[in-house]
């Protein structure tokens, strides 16, 4: 196989040209499509109210409207899903609940856990005479983002030590994919034609916000399919034929591991595969890497799958997150990679690069936050804490497994229509069950029990007093429910 950087260097007429946006400014309500209603009618029968001043103030300076973002040009936007599931679960008083829509660890209390390890860091920050609360660079924290590339890559990898690796600290995992999707956006322009964006394919299913990510930033979106209903496994025949038939150069979201929402993942022969595609059409892979070392305890094979593209020599990105894989899900940790391929022109291609999101971070962010970088970077950056986050790492996915396997077990026991071999099959913090969306409709109205309408259940939500009770459920519901 031709290595992809010769692919795509071939194909690519002006890879750093810049792209002009398009203008997507919806326009601002005219004059007499603006209508003013006040919903409290005695508003409007008192002469003094602060809406009549108002009005007559404004019919004194001739403004044309109150407001130029009228219902019809601003809707009101619905609720996220998640966080309205999140709400829902929280006001509901029943004392049986289970909340199993939840992107976030839970111990066997079902209480969000604070690593062990990270405790020890913080006790480091607070202890330290010099801590400050300065900025930190636009970049972010340079002993954060070296060892973050390590972690992706590997320490001793060409990547690295041939300076192929631009890291730039981000707002978590979101904001690696979004700072990434601002870069392809602006910089990638593979057709020579500014007008013709390339279109950026996302697993069908895929994590919802990659849809909003990669729109907001003007990148026309498609999917590959991923998911087969029959197997609850993988469509890897679905999945390569789109990508053979995707226009040449398109951007292709990879989950590292893990997958979200499926717990599904390519073998690694799989992987090779969908590689060999990818490089034959030139398409440019975009890995998420959200759980690494979370899917399974192990953060070398969890990172095999971008390992393997590394060494095939693609030039590609990587948006990383510490959000799961620290539990430091409110601090907004995580980094954005660009990786050159090997090339003479590699070290000043990474460069560029690096200075542009340099620039584009400025306006952005203008610096990440300080707290989650200072501590996985310490963790990072010292042997034993280390060697200790591993075994934290290990008591997660650790107990994701075993959950897995006694759901599994119980459902089995009880000759709940399956199968269910799924639930352990699949991989990480999710597992999608293949429950319909009136099955899980019946489980949250009857039994209390949370997920989202997809089918898609948080293993972490799972623990050994409820894990029966779950199963008794969902029992229930797929006897009664079709
Ligand atoms: C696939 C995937 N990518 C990225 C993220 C980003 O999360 P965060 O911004 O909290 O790091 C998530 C979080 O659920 C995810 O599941």
Known sequence: MAPASTLLRAAAPAPHAHTSFPSHHTPTSSPNRTTITNTNPSANSTSSTPL?????????????????????????????????????????????????????????????????????ADEIIRNDPEANHEYLPIAGLASLTSKAAELVVGASAPAITEGRVASIQTISGTGACHLGGLFLSRFYNPYGDASKKPTVYLSNPTWANHNQIFSNVGLPIAQYPYFDQKTKGLDIDGMKKALSDAPERSIILLHACAHNPTGVDPTLAQWREIAEIMAAKGHFPFFDTAYQGFASGDLDRDASAIRLFVELGFELVVAQSFAKNFGLYGQRAGCF??????????????????????????????????????????????????????????????????????????????????????????????????????????LREEFHIYMTKNGRISMAGLNKKNVDYVARAVDKVVREVQ
């Open 52 to 120: 009549h001043r108002i009005q007559t103030i404004a019919k004194h300076m001739a403004l044309p409207q109150i407001t130029s973002f009228p219902a019809e040009v601003v809707p009101q936007a619905p609720e996220d899903p998640l966080f309205g599931l999140a709400r829902a679960f929280k006001a509901d008083p029943s004392p049986q609940k289970v909340d199993l829509g939840i992107g976030a660890y839970r111990d066997e209390n079902a209480k969000p856990w604070v690593l062990p390890v990270v405790k020890k």
């Open 337 to 442: 990679h660009f990786i050159s391929a090997p090339s003479p022109d590699a070290a000043s291609i990474t460069t560029r690069v690096a200075s542009q999101l340099t620039l584009l971070q400025r306006s952005e962010i203008s610096n990440p936050p300080i707290y989650g970088a200072k501590v996985a970077s310490i963790v990072l950056n010292d042997p034993a804490l280390f060697a200790e986050w591993k075994e934290n790492l290990r008591t997660m996915s650790g107990r994701i497994i075993d959950m897995r396997k006694a759901l599994r077990a119980k459902l089995e026991e009880l000759g709940t229509p399956g199968p269910w071999n799924h639930i352990t099959d699949q991989i990480g913090m999710f597992s999608f069950t293949g429950l319909n969306e009136k099955q899980v409709a019946k």
